[in-house]
């Protein structure tokens, strides 16, 4: 049975990575996220799992701790907030490049720059374009809810080693310290060297003497072999379009119009869709779960029968972009955001689908 | 009285003429060949017979490319 | 005495030196004389003597010897630029009983990577550092390092490093050594046959103490780069006694029990 618990969102995550069997942490602290590792160092995981937590002397070496521990087929993470996540993203373009499995909480706080420490979503473009250098995908998970937060640990974990390939949780200041009840998994047990050796054959494990010494890398200086590993990417990438996109819809069957939102949004324009109903205007919201692999079928399929999308961001219209290129010129879909670590109120939204899209 | 003799064998393709092996030799028993590799290096060659099997040679080598042998002739 | 032909002498139980099975067949990619080559063949000449080949992963670094894991047979991960101590902090602490090294040159170890270095001196992280200090950039092309020598040319210091300018070198081992976290410090090179062997008994007993769990065990080989410095190799070899030894003084510098 799973035990509920009344938890920050930052706590939850980290209890819930050492539920998940988690090996490894490797963090440095920035506002709004320092919970994480405060929390783990708290538990002593290393005593009630044997994981190791490492505070870091900065982000660039956690996350280069992370691309050693995931090369030795560690279930490794960290976690940082805007900023922080900007100094990984050479450490993340490796190990995308190197095709290895972690897992990133990123708590979004405003920017540009040191910013602001409130909850924003203007890491969207540094989440799901890549960020760092080279064509990758991270798969990007957008919690909305402290259970969330928890569940997406050990769905990261999953994803990450199904597709060896780096998971960004892109939570944001407000998910990550509201507190809410949470159902928490039971502990799952950590591999042994044994089941590593097994699972990721791949993996830096000590070369014995019945197999090739293993090397993780993400240089190639041939060009041709370099093209063939990046359409290799890309069609991983494809496939992991093709199986992971989630998302989810509320009173979408009947809806006139749309808001598309994700995380901190979603819950907001949850409540204004009521507001709105209630004003006798069917309005239905379609939540991205996942923002890469980013659901565009569902939503060109919603242009078809809607009147106009309005998109809901803490930032100055990020995933807009993408949710115009599902759209194309079906339908009109405009942006509504506050930035600068302002989260905006359902009646802004209310006002905003009023004055962008009804009567616009 | 017992002598030794000793031999070195010199992996050529791989040998870059680099020479750092010449004055490592006590007995001078190695020069640059004039002739080249496939890869167009000066290789090194073993002059006389001078050799000692110190391995003097091999130790400095940076690439690895001298096996050295040695015998205790009665 | 009779004549003895070659033959007779290249016998296999007259054999006294060939290359370890732990250098791969693959040519290193180095420049003729570099003493990358040597310091490879030292540390792996250790591995192999102490028999944890199965036991080791090492972690390249970015410049020169950023292919270090075409030569060197054993698992490696090569990391971002300045990052290894990073990397092999992780590895360490994920599998204790293992033993980590990383590989780095002077650019990777002593600038872009000085925090990583540090903190993971500092922390005490119970890995091995082989740190090869030529006193150039040479992967690209002889740039100015943070160990270029004063007044020394560059190609980015044509006119030679003028320290009012362009900064003083960083004498990184030494900062090191004043670290509590680091239990075994020197300093050597593998220029000659005596130093070859001199710092291989370093390696092998920075490698040894990773059994102990007290501490870093960090090596220094001071060496050449006849192409950065526009010479012959041995002339290069000429050239780092005369000028680089006298900043760089061979020996431990640190021995903790």
């Known amino acids: 049975m799973r035990e509920l618990k009344l938890m920050k969102g930052n706590e939850a995550f980290a209890e819930a990575a050492i539920r998940a069997g988690a090996d490894g942490y490797f963090g440095y602290p920035i506002t709004p996220q320092s919970e994480v590792m405060e929390y783990l160092m708290a538990e002593k995981p290393h005593e009630r799992t044997g994981m190791v937590v490492l505070q870091a002397e900065s982000e660039v070496a956690a996350i280069n ?75 990007v998970l957008a919690p909305s809810s402290v259970q969330e ?61 019945d197999r090739e010494r293993n090397i993780i890398t993400s240089l190639d200086l041939d060009s ?13 990438y494809r496939q992991i379009e093709e199986n992971e996109t989630r998302f989810e ?109 009804i009567g616009g | 009285m017992a002598k030794i003799k000793g031999d070195i064998v010199i992996d050529i393709e791989k040998c870059k003429g680099c020479s750092v092996c010449i004055p490592a030799c006590p007995q001078d028993v190695i020069a640059l060949s004039a002739n080249v590799n496939s890869k167009g290096y000066h290789f090194a060659e073993t002059v006389n017979d001078a050799c000692t099997g110190c391995a003097n040679c091999a130790i400095v080598c940076p690439d690895a490319v001298i096996t050295v042998y040695r015998k205790k002739v009665e | 005495m009779s004549q003895i032909t070659k033959e007779e002498i ?95 040159g002077d650019g990777d170890l002593a600038a872009i990577g000085t925090a990583e270095t540090i903190h993971a001196c500092n922390r005490g992280e119970n890995i091995v550092i082989i740190f090869i200090n030529n006193g150039i950039y040479g992967m690209t092309g002889g740039q100015m390092a943070p160990t270029t020598l004063p007044g020394m040319k560059s190609s980015t210091s044509p006119y030679g490093r003028d320290v009012a300018l362009m900064g003083n070198p960083l004498k990184i081992t030494e900062l090191i050594a004043q670290l509590p976290g680091t239990l075994y410090v020197t300093r050597q090179a593998v220029h000659t046959p005596a130093a070859v062997r001199r710092a291989k008994r370093a390696v092998r007993k920075a490698f040894e103490n990773q059994k102990l769990n007290k501490g870093l065990s960090f090596v220094e080989i001071v060496s050449n780069c006849n192409s950065g410095w526009k010479m012959t190799p041995n002339q290069s070899n000429e050239w780092m006694v005369e000028n680089m030894f006298p900043f760089y003084p061979l020996g431990d510098i640190k021995v903790n029990d």
């Open chain 1, 65 to 139: 701790m992370v691309y050693g521990g995931a090369s030795c087929g560690k279930r490794v993470l960290t976690s940082s907030s805007s900023p922080g996540i900007s100094l990984k993203q050479e450490g993340i373009s490796y190990i995308a490049g190197a095709e290895l499995p972690c897992l990133i909480l990123n708590v979004v706080r405003a920017g540009p720059g040191l910013g602001t420490i409130q909850p924003a979503q203007s890491d969207y473009f540094q989440a799901t374009k890549g960020g760092g250098h080279g064509d990758y995908r991270m798969i």
């Open chain 1, 149 to 209: 937060m928890a569940d997406f640990a050990s769905l990261g974990f999953d994803l990450a080693f199904k597709y060896r390939n780096p998971v960004m949780i892109l939570s944001d200041g407000a998910i990550g310290q509201m507190m809410e009840k949470v159902e928490l998994d039971e502990q799952i047990t950590r591999l042994t060297e044994a089941e590593i050796i097994k699972n990721t054959p791949w993996a830096t494990t000590g070369k014995t003497k």
């Open chain 1, 224 to 236: 041709a072999k370099m093209e063939l590993h990046n359409i290799h990417l890309q069609e991983k």
């Open chain 1, 249 to 357: 819809t509320i009173q979408c069957d009947d809806a006139d119009y749309l808001i598309i939102a994700y995380g901190t949004s979603a819950r907001i324009s949850q409540k204004a869709v009521d507001l709105l109903r209630a004003q006798g205007i069917k309005v239905g919201l379609l939540r991205p779960i996942t923002l890469f692999p980013f659901p565009s079928k569902p939503i060109a399929e919603l242009a078809n029968r809607v009147k106009g999308i309005l998109t809901v961001e803490m930032s100055a219209g990020q995933m807009i972009e993408d949710v115009r290129l599902a759209v194309g010129c079906k339908v009109k879909a405009e942006h509504f955001g506050r930035m600068g670590g302002i989260i905006p109120s359902p009646t802004q939204v209310v006002e905003a689908m009023h004055q962008k899209i």
């Open chain 3, 10 to 104: 290249r016998q296999p139980e007259n054999l006294v030196y060939k290359k370890t099975e732990l250098l791969t067949d693959n040519p290193l990619s180095y420049c003729p004389g570099c003493g990358h080559g040597t310091a490879h063949r030292v540390v792996m000449e250790v591995i192999d003597e102490m028999g944890i080949q199965e036991q080791t992963i090492g972690i390249a670094p970015v410049g020169c010897s950023v292919l270090a894991y075409e030569f060197m047979n054993v698992d490696m991960q090569q990391a971002a630029h300045g990052r290894a101590p990073a990397l092999a902090t992780a590895v360490k602490r994920l599998m204790p009983e293992k033993f980590v090294f990383t590989y780095q």
